[in-house]
């Protein structure tokens, strides 16, 4: 793979940096990233398995969370030339959904890194669609040996 330039908009590419695939990706896009922050993104489309009449169900929201959690990790050992470590959510913290997505709204999700040691991340999740804050949450994800 040639070095990406950032954001990458290239949705199989995305796809690859993290261990989840088809139909179970929820990540298309990777917008930023720094040393303690990764910025993804995600259109609501018809084919995406957590659509439901037009509505981005909580299942995918959380899923899609998790999955930009995994793409600072699968981007990180990319740039090293690496193949990424599964990870596992260790827990969730808090999540709270505020209002759902709905077909063809572009999600951008924004993870802080607060902690990170020996495998295990702390970090604080907010997604948005059109700038306004649609759901927020602390997670802990491990890196499986």
């Known amino acids: 793979m040639e070095n990406q330039t950032l954001p990458i908009l290239d949705s ?12 179970f ?3 298309d896009k990777l917008l ?26 909580e299942s995918g929201l959380i899923e899609h969370m998790a999955q930009s ?13 690496e193949p990424a470590p599964t990870g596992y959510i260790g827990s969730i913290k808090s999540i709270e959904i505020i209002e759902l997505p709905k077909l063809s709204d572009d999600v951008v999700t924004t993870v802080s890194v607060l902690h990170e040691f020996m495998g295990v991340t702390l970090v604080d999740i907010v997604s948005r669609v059109n700038d306004k804050e ?3 949450g602390q997670m802990k994800t491990v890196l499986a040996n």
């Open 134 to 136: 649609i759901a927020k």
């Open 25 to 27: 990706v929820m990540v």
């Open 12 to 23: 199989g590419f995305v796809g690859s940096l993290i261990p989840q695939k088809f139909p």
């Open 69 to 81: 959690v995994a793409l600072f990790t699968g981007y990180q050992f990319y740039l090293k030339n």
């Open 32 to 57: 930023s990233f720094s040393d303690n922050e990764v910025i993804a993104g995600l259109q609501v489309t018809q084919e995406n398995i957590f659509e439901n009449q037009g509505v981005f169900q």
